[in-house]
């Protein structure tokens, strides 16, 4: 959501460049410090965006209200992601910093605006393997785990969907059998957007297939508005529409709907002192 769409967003078109392939001593050292440039970006300001998540399987789909919000701190930021609906609400936390693993907070309450359990802290592995209400993102894929990992390798240059990307292989450190060994990434060569990415298994097999939809110029910025997520393995599809800025109608219900109350009396912004939720 938002801390993923800061990276999905793209801007003009950049020149187009040939597929050019590097030696294996130079994809690892440059793919390295790809990594590390994009995870040393820090969000400009914070920020609220409220929508839809919906969940396509077969015949049936299910539709989540959610919200979402990137929040500065010192040293870091924080990426909150709520959604709710008839059946529970559910809140993850993610702090990031820029020389440090991600933290991962989260919570499930069986219906919207009840008393819920405590949240908890869980770790990378435990992020990978919990779905985000349910849908086909995992709440590492809403982390940008797969960046934190240590082999990282930049394999070529290429065009995709009409830009000029660099692809990125991030080898995932603790494979679980059948779930993803890497992730391949194309990352945009002026923005350092994130144009496709597919996650793979260890015979390189794409399991899940990740795209930005909809981009919007707001106030001389690019907004993503949509963004979806294929399964592969089980057929399913995950969409998120967000609104081009904060919906104050939508702020409200979210504000009502969730039961962790992590917004201020005046319910204007969440609580910087989260971080104390990990120590």
């Known amino acids: 959501l938002l801390s993923a769409a800061a990276l999905l967003l793209t801007a003009a078109a950049a020149p187009e460049s040939q597929p050019k392939t590097l030696s294996p001593a130079e994809a690892s050292t440059r793919g390295r410090a790809l990594a590390v440039e994009i995870l040393s970006q820090r969000p400009a300001e914070n920020s609220r965006f409220t929508g839809t998540l ?111 990307c660099r692809v990125l292989e991030s080898v995932n450190p603790r494979p679980v059998p059948g779930g993803c060994s890497k992730v391949l990434a194309w990352i945009d060569l002026e923005t350092d957007g994130i144009v496709h990415a597919e996650a793979c298994d260890g015979a390189g097999g794409v399991l899940k297939e990740f795209d930005p939809k909809e981009l919007k110029k707001v106030r001389g910025q690019w907004q993503l508005e949509e963004m979806e997520i294929n399964n592969r393995r089980t057929g399913s599809r995950t969409r998120i529409e967000f609104t081009s800025g904060p919906a104050e109608r939508g702020v409200a219900r979210a504000r009502r709907q969730d039961p962790w109350n992590l917004s201020n009396a005046n319910g204007d912004e969440p609580s910087p002192p989260l971080l104390r939720d990990f120590v």
């Not at 990992?149 to 070529?156: D, M, N, S, V, Y």
């Open 54 to 164: 919906e969940i396509r399987s077969g015949k049936r789909t299910e539709k989540f209200f959610v919200q979402a919000e990137v929040i500065l701190l010192d040293g870091a930021w924080q990426s909150l992601y709520f959604a709710s609906n008839s059946t529970g609400a559910e809140k993850l936390i993610v702090t990031h910093s820029t020389n440090g693993p991600n933290r991962y907070l989260y919570g499930r309450s069986p219906a919207p605006g009840t008393a819920a359990p405590a949240m908890k802290t869980l770790s990378s592995a435990e992020a990978a393997t919990n779905a985000f209400a349910g849908s086909d993102f995992s709440l590492a894929d809403l982390g940008l785990e797969f960046f934190h990992w240590p082999e990282q390798r930049l394999l070529k240059t290429e065009m995709r969907r009409g830009r000029s």
